[in-house]
């Protein structure tokens, strides 16, 4: 029987992805795990376990006690926060991850999903359409993070047949739960302050072109990637996941066929980071192998974020 585990559950995407394992595999199928005592109250329907992924006896104790079966290992320091403090990143990004990969090793889990990014790429990628295999030469502590696990996790595959299915996502659009420190988060703060003033100033520049997609395009090819055959699964390092590309300015416009909007540019040390990462991403390997296929663009997604975001939300 299927028992998974969401580590990280409170942030952008956990929370979203926990919502959709309860509602197809049921409440009680799917517990939710994080740092904090208590869930947010979107996850307060289920089961629910603080829990530290670096303090690794009890995240092992917990796993084999409780018979869990798949895990989504989400719990990690995002691109802008982890240029902060580099050597907590590795260590979160890392350790965590040979955690898992092990008890899979040791046959206590089936499966786990491991999130990758459009971070393992770099200044010497190629910027447009960029394919799913190419120069990765990445520039910050995530990215190097990411191409690390990468690898491990196709080692982990080809040594000791751990299935571990893996997405380079590309940035992330909600409205369930604030942004976690990422370098493409402009793009779901935005619509907090239109909201709120009509005002935004961008951390990025008019023109920095990036690969983004709507949560709920995310959250559905993970898991059609999670219930995907394996014989269908053949890329173990990470699959290249496109979405909808465009830039500060090009979003600002799309706000404003909807409301009165100003937009302001201030970029911070933020720009030199997306100046290191792709315009747009190649992901014929995700269509082919597994039936990827996007559901929404830029101005569906605007409408839907307009219409639901929270500001009450905002500190």
């Not at 590795?90 to 990969?101: D, P, Q, R, V």
């Not at 992901?283 to 500001?311: R, Y």
């Amino acid at each position: 029987m299927k028992k998974t585990l969401v580590i990280g559950a409170c942030g952008q995407i956990g929370t979203e992805l926990v919502l959709a394992l309860r509602e197809k595999f049921g409440m009680e199928a799917v517990v939710a795990a994080d740092l904090k005592s208590e869930p947010n109250e979107a996850l307060s329907n289920g089961p629910y376990v603080q829990m530290n992924i670096l303090e690794k006896e009890s995240v092992r104790s917990y796993i084999i006690d409780n018979q869990i079966t798949d895990v989504y290992l989400l719990a990690a320091l995002l691109s802008a926060t982890a240029e902060k403090n580099p050597d907590f990143a590795w260590k979160l990004n890392m350790e965590g991850l040979f955690t898992i990969l092990d008890l899979a090793k040791e046959g206590h889990l089936k499966k786990i999903f491991w999130p990758s990014s459009i971070a393992v790429f770099g200044p010497t990628t190629p910027v447009d359409n960029t394919p799913q295999y190419t120069v990765m030469e990445p520039s910050t502590v995530y990215g190097i993070s990411k191409q690390a696990g990468e690898r491990w996790c196709e080692y982990y595959f080809n040594k000791y047949n751990v299935d571990v299915r893996s997405i380079r996502y590309p940035g992330l659009i909600s409205y369930t739960s604030l942004p976690g420190g990422g370098t493409t988060d402009y793009a779901v703060d935005i619509f907090y302050h239109a909201k709120k003033s009509g005002k935004y100033t961008s951390f990025l520049s008019k023109d920095s072109a990036l690969p983004m997609m709507f949560m709920e395009d995310a959250i559905r090819a993970t898991i059609e990637l999670m219930e995907a055959p394996v014989e269908n699964v053949k890329i173990r390092s990470s699959y290249n996941l496109a979405g909808i590309s465009f830039t500060p300015e090009q979003l600002s416009d799309e706000i404003k066929k909807n409301q009165a909007f100003e937009m302001s540019y201030e970029p911070d040390f933020r720009q030199a980071i997306a100046d290191s990462w792709p315009n747009s991403i190649d992901d014929s390997a995700a269509q082919k192998d597994w039936g990827w296929k996007q559901k929404f663009d830029l101005s569906s997604m605007v409408k839907i974020m307009l219409d639901e975001v929270d500001v009450s939300m905002m500190a």
